[in-house]
């Protein structure tokens, strides 16, 4: 599904489908693979703004928010990835803020990671 993701003209599909609910919980999986693929696959989706409104009814940003809180960098890194594209559209900032995604946003701003630190810092700007 990651892979599908890639491609823009999925990216809306992909949102519109069944397929956004078990994507959305497999990002929740205990494997750690799983669930980073899972959170790429939200964040590749969430590139397009048109699925945002399908990602929020699904919940993602609350799930996300708090999977920026993983001990495992691949996982936090794609979940910070997918909460940078979503906080592209307004809407999402108070769903975000709602979710005490400052918590999770401060604690990635602190990461040794360089992509992490880059995606918090997309997070920062689009929160202005």
């Given at each position: ?6 491609s ?6 992909i ?10 919980s ?8 799983v669930?980073?693929q ?8 969430a ?10 009814y699904?919940?993602s ?6 999977l ?7 996982v936090?890194r794609e979940a910070t ?6 906080l ?11 979710e ?5 946003l ?5 990461s040794?990671?360089a ?14």
């Open positions: 599904m990651c892979n599908l993701a890639l823009d003209e999925n990216k809306l599909l949102a519109q489908s069944d397929v956004l609910t078990p994507l959305v497999l990002a929740q999986s205990p494997d750690i693979e669930s980073r899972a959170c790429g696959a939200l964040a590749n989706i590139e397009d703004v048109e699925a945002h409104p399908n990602m929020v699904e919940q940003m609350h799930f996300l928010v708090f920026m809180r993983s001990r495992h960098l691949d936090h990835r997918a909460v940078a594209n979503l592209s559209s307004r809407e999402n900032h108070a769903v975000f803020l709602e005490d995604g400052l918590k999770s401060f604690r990635i701003a602190k040794l990671d992509e992490c630190e880059y995606h918090a810092a997309l997070c920062f700007r689009k929160l202005r």
